[in-house]
């Protein structure tokens, strides 16, 4: 594996160059020193997710590096067949940063691929964090409470024709019009989400992420839903892990339910309810995640 070191993107971008030629753009955060944590994205999503974090993540001595899922950004497609298959390409870039052990945040749809590679590297990952995640819907074999747009996208759409569609419709707004996307979602979330998407410097940060995400197409974002709105074929309960999930008990992005079972799966995981808040509540109060992170990484240490 090479790497070449890009300046024609901020912040900074490493793209790793694996062996098949196959290209995955990362972007590095806080302390360059600091200790090693990967930063999964949502989706859709990209590098840039993470660049509200820099000086928090300074603060703490961390040193967040956050690849990109194939398809998204700087890093080719990939198809992949499972979650399984690609916490491979997390593995890749933990080894070409010459990472023994780490910590893995997941945010939102970043977090299903949390846990895969998780369960792929069960020796080197220190803490598996997931904030607002999307749980697996799919292997839930009871009941539970999805509102309908809960309903269309990880029921419906993950499984029609038209989920490729929908997100192609997205990707044209989202590079012509993206203040008519904003005002979409924000139409969409809860009152305190409405409150931390108003401030001008999440808006930004939000619409640079999805826009760098969706610059190249949208086969990273249907991979996504594919994958985790199908079985997981994860042993869920054999993910023995320090993990914590963070979860806003009114969130309208992602089914809280869902949420709650994977807590309860993973064996050695807590799970933090935050009472009323929605799904962006992360950019808020990310420096409490981190802190859990530098703890844990302190403590190995």
Same mark, same amino acid.
């Given at each position: 594996m090479?790497?070449?070191? =890009?300046?024609g993107h901020?912040?900074?971008a490493?793209?790793?160059v +694996?062996?098949?030629?196959?290209?995955i753009g990362?972007?590095?955060?806080?302390?360059?020193e600091?200790?090693?944590?990967l930063?999964?994205h949502g =989706?859709?999503g990209?590098?840039?997710m993470?660049?509200?974090?820099?000086g928090?993540?300074?603060?703490?001595?961390?040193?967040?590096?956050?690849p990109?899922?194939?398809?998204y950004g700087? @890093?080719?497609?990939?198809s992949?067949?499972s +979650?399984a298959?690609?916490?491979?390409d997390?593995?890749a870039?933990?080894?070409?940063?010459?990472?023994d052990r780490?910590?893995?945040?997941?945010v @939102?749809?970043?977090s299903?691929?949390?846990?895969a590679?998780a369960?792929?590297?069960?020796d080197?990952?220190v803490l598996l964090?997931?904030?607002?995640?999307?749980?697996p819907?799919?292997?839930?074999?009871?009941?539970?409470?999805?509102s309908?747009?809960h309903?269309?996208?990880?029921r419906?759409l993950?499984? @029609?024709?038209?989920g490729?569609r929908?997100?192609?419709s997205?990707r044209?707004?989202?590079?012509?019009?993206?203040? =008519?996307?904003?005002?979409?979602l924000?139409r969409?979330v809860?009152l305190?989400?409405?409150?931390?998407?108003?401030?001008?410097?999440v808006?930004?940060?939000l619409?640079?992420?999805i826009?760098?995400? +969706?610059?190249?197409?949208v086969e990273? !974002?249907v991979?996504d839903l594919?994958?985790?709105c199908?079985p997981?074929?994860l042993?869920?309960?054999e *993910?023995d892990?320090p993990?914590?999930?963070?979860?806003? @008990?009114?969130? =309208?992005?992602?089914?809280p339910? !869902?949420?709650?079972? +994977?807590?309860?799966?993973?064996p050695?995981?807590?799970l933090?309810?935050?009472?009323?808040?929605?799904?962006?509540? *992360?950019f808020s109060?990310?420096?409490?995640?981190?802190?859990?992170?530098?703890?844990a990484?302190?403590?190995?240490a």
């Amino acid at each position: 594996m090479k790497t070449i070191v =890009t300046t024609g993107h901020l912040p900074l971008a490493r793209i790793l160059v +694996l062996a098949s030629g196959r290209r995955i753009g990362c972007a590095e955060y806080g302390d360059p020193e600091g200790l090693p944590v990967l930063a999964l994205h949502g =989706t859709p999503g990209s590098r840039l997710m993470f660049a509200l974090s820099d000086g928090a993540a300074r603060d703490r001595g961390l040193r967040l590096i956050a690849p990109e899922r194939p398809g998204y950004g700087l @890093s080719d497609h990939r198809s992949c067949e499972s +979650l399984a298959q690609s916490a491979e390409d997390v593995t890749a870039v933990a080894d070409a940063y010459g990472l023994d052990r780490f910590a893995i945040i997941g945010v @939102s749809g970043g977090s299903p691929f949390a846990v895969a590679a998780a369960a792929a590297n069960p020796d080197r990952v220190v803490l598996l964090a997931l904030a607002s995640p999307v749980g697996p819907i799919a292997d839930l074999r009871r009941h539970i409470r999805m509102s309908k747009l809960h309903h269309l996208v990880f029921r419906v759409l993950a499984r @029609s024709k038209y989920g490729p569609r929908a997100f192609r419709s997205l990707r044209y707004m989202v590079l012509r019009a993206p203040d =008519t996307v904003y005002r979409g979602l924000m139409r969409r979330v809860r009152l305190s989400d409405r409150d931390i998407l108003a401030r001008a410097e999440v808006r930004a940060s939000l619409k640079a992420a999805i826009r760098e995400g +969706l610059r190249p197409g949208v086969e990273g !974002a249907v991979q996504d839903l594919r994958l985790y709105c199908a079985p997981w074929r994860l042993q869920l309960a054999e *993910v023995d892990v320090p993990a914590v999930v963070w979860q806003g @008990s009114d969130d =309208t992005i992602v089914p809280p339910a !869902a949420a709650y079972a +994977l807590a309860r799966t993973l064996p050695n995981c807590r799970l933090d309810v935050i009472p009323a808040a929605g799904h962006y509540w *992360v950019f808020s109060q990310f420096g409490m995640i981190l802190d859990a992170v530098a703890a844990a990484l302190r403590a190995e240490a």
